[in-house]
């Protein structure tokens, strides 16, 4: 350890603290965060100078870092707030209500599926399975044009009666 990279870091830090905690309260808008990124950014100083890598103008370099800093939190938050939700234990059963309701409207579907024109119940039965409509087309014997637009109607006349039996 040199005392002079050290004499110089504290003389840099005494120099420029300051500036550099107003510049990330600027940043963060939090006076805790902006202390403990400043002080990662005066640590990161020590290091470097340390490591023989001591920058020709700290200012502008503890600027620097600090700015990096603050995205670089940015970043995780954006992150931790994104997969958050994928954290929580979904392995749970559903309530009893809720399993009743599902299974109610289960056999409704089910009920006004059975009821449906035989190459409507064809079509969305393969389209729901993931069978392309090229596929569904030749099954039924119809164009792909043909096979789009029945799938559409066919689908708004279930949509229809599911309503209208208030099974969703």
Do not use: F
């Not at 309701?101 to 599926?113: G, K």
């Not at 596929?135 to 599911?162: F, K, N, P, S, Y």
């Amino acid at each position: 350890m040199d005392r002079t990279t050290d004499a110089w870091v504290v003389e840099a830090m005494n120099d420029h603290l300051p500036a550099l905690q107003r510049y990330v309260r600027s940043l963060v808008r939090d006076a805790d965060e902006a202390d403990d990124i400043a002080q990662e950014a005066c640590i990161r100083l020590l290091l470097a100078a340390r490591a023989g890598n001591a920058p020709d103008a700290p200012a502008a370099w503890m600027n620097r870092v600090a700015h990096n800093l603050v995205i670089s939190g940015a970043r995780h938050k954006a992150v931790a707030q994104r997969t958050a939700p994928r954290l929580v234990e979904r392995n749970t059963a559903p309530g009893v209500d809720a399993e009743v309701i599902q299974r109610e409207q289960q056999v409704q579907v089910n009920a006004t599926l059975a009821a449906a024109r035989s190459d409507d119940r064809r079509a969305i039965v393969l389209s729901a399975r993931g069978h392309r409509t090229a596929d569904i087309a030749a099954q039924l014997g119809r164009t792909e044009l043909a096979t789009r637009a029945l799938l559409c109607r066919a689908r708004a006349r279930l949509r229809q009666d599911l309503i209208a039996a208030d099974a969703i």
